[in-house]
């Protein structure tokens, strides 16, 4: 009986280990706008190390490093463009969702618009040139052979 009762232990501290180790972080803030701050900063910060998940619910050591850094930013007093700059400054532009309006971010951004510039030019183009096609006239032979298919067609 001590045994399975061993055993039982043994197999419920196993279960329940990575729950201790993926710990709890806790935040304690001044102000609701400021925990709001830190939740919109958090939810909007990709981590260098996840492909496309966001600081505040990956469970990256990095992206733990990131929440407490956005904290510590966050109580010493600086505005959110000042922790994101300072974010992209010490990760990268990687960090951003959205990408700023750079110098070398014009084609990221104008690509998508000078595409829908370009298809609708197509677009317009290809109905310019079917409304103005002109019809040809059928030549003598032509016009015989559709008579003679027509009578032939009435004829019972």
Same mark, same amino acid.
């Given at each position: 009986?001590?045994? +399975? @009762?061993?055993?039982?232990?043994?197999?419920? %501290?196993?279960?329940?280990?990575?729950? *201790?180790?993926?710990g %709890?972080?806790?935040?304690?803030?001044?102000?609701?706008?400021? &925990?709001?701050?830190y939740?919109?900063? !958090? =939810?909007?910060? @990709?981590c260098?190390?996840?492909e #496309?998940q966001? +600081?505040? $619910?990956?469970?990256?050591? +990095?992206?733990?490093?990131? @929440?407490?850094?956005?904290?510590?930013?966050?109580?010493?007093?600086?505005? $959110? !463009? &000042? %922790?994101?700059?300072?974010?992209?400054?010490?990760?990268g532009?990687?960090?951003l969702? #959205?990408?700023?309006?750079? @110098?070398r !971010?014009?084609?990221l *951004?104008?690509?998508p618009?000078?595409?829908?510039?370009?298809?609708?030019?197509?677009v =317009?183009?290809?109905?310019r040139?079917?409304?103005? =096609?002109?019809?040809?006239?059928?030549?003598? $032979? &032509?016009? =015989?052979?559709?008579?003679?298919?027509? &009578?032939?067609?009435?004829?019972?």
């Amino acid at each position: 009986m001590a045994l +399975i @009762r061993l055993i039982s232990l043994t197999v419920l %501290i196993c279960l329940a280990l990575p729950a *201790w180790s993926a710990g %709890i972080e806790l935040r304690e803030f001044d102000d609701p706008v400021t &925990e709001q701050r830190y939740r919109d900063l !958090t =939810a909007s910060m @990709r981590c260098p190390l996840c492909e #496309n998940q966001a +600081i505040d $619910d990956s469970d990256a050591p +990095i992206s733990a490093d990131m @929440r407490d850094r956005v904290y510590q930013l966050l109580n010493a007093g600086q505005s $959110d !463009t &000042e %922790i994101i700059h300072h974010m992209v400054q010490r990760f990268g532009d990687y960090v951003l969702y #959205n990408p700023r309006l750079e @110098r070398r !971010t014009y084609l990221l *951004w104008g690509l998508p618009v000078g595409l829908l510039m370009v298809t609708g030019l197509v677009v =317009a183009l290809i109905v310019r040139a079917r409304r103005h =096609a002109s019809t040809k006239a059928l030549t003598s $032979d &032509e016009q =015989a052979r559709l008579k003679a298919l027509i &009578e032939r067609k009435e004829a019972p």
